[in-house]
């Protein structure tokens, strides 16, 4: 079993900036990556960055957010951090932590923590 512990949301106005962090602990299996989904509501869980756990750290991000978010990670702690500038109201949505093993793959996932941006 994997636990998460997820914090950092909130309550933003537009323009502002949040810092979501999520701890993983328990049986933690070889990670392929961690990272970050979200899920508006009437809307499907959608890629918002992941970062690999490789001596790159290689990233990917959703274009909508290229540019206003950065994720980076601590591979000791097996944490993964979102820092969130520039948000905007679309940004509004559930965010949930996610744990990519390699073998086998799968997908591990935070209970969600909520982001609301607006004025």
């Known amino acids: 079993q994997v636990q998460f512990v997820e914090s950092g949301g909130g309550l933003v106005q537009p323009g502002g900036s949040l810092s979501l962090s999520c701890a993983a602990s328990g049986s933690i299996p070889r990670i392929y990556s961690m990272g970050w989904y979200r899920q508006a509501p009437g809307k499907q869980r959608e890629l918002v960055a992941v970062i690999a756990n490789n001596v790159g750290s290689s990233t990917?991000?959703?274009?909508?957010?290229?540019?206003?978010?950065?994720?980076?990670?601590?591979?000791?702690?097996?944490t993964v951090y979102l820092q969130m500038n520039s948000l905007k109201?679309?940004?509004?949505?559930?965010?949930?932590?996610?744990?990519?093993?390699?073998?086998?793959?799968?997908?591990?996932?935070?209970?969600?923590?909520?982001?609301?941006?607006a004025s």
């Open 60 to 78: 990917n991000y959703a274009d909508s957010v290229k540019g206003r978010f950065t994720i980076s990670r601590d591979s000791a702690k097996s």
């Open 89 to 117: 109201p679309e940004d509004t949505a559930v965010y949930y932590c996610n744990l990519r093993s390699i073998y086998p793959k799968t997908d591990f996932w935070g209970q969600g923590t909520q982001v609301t941006v």
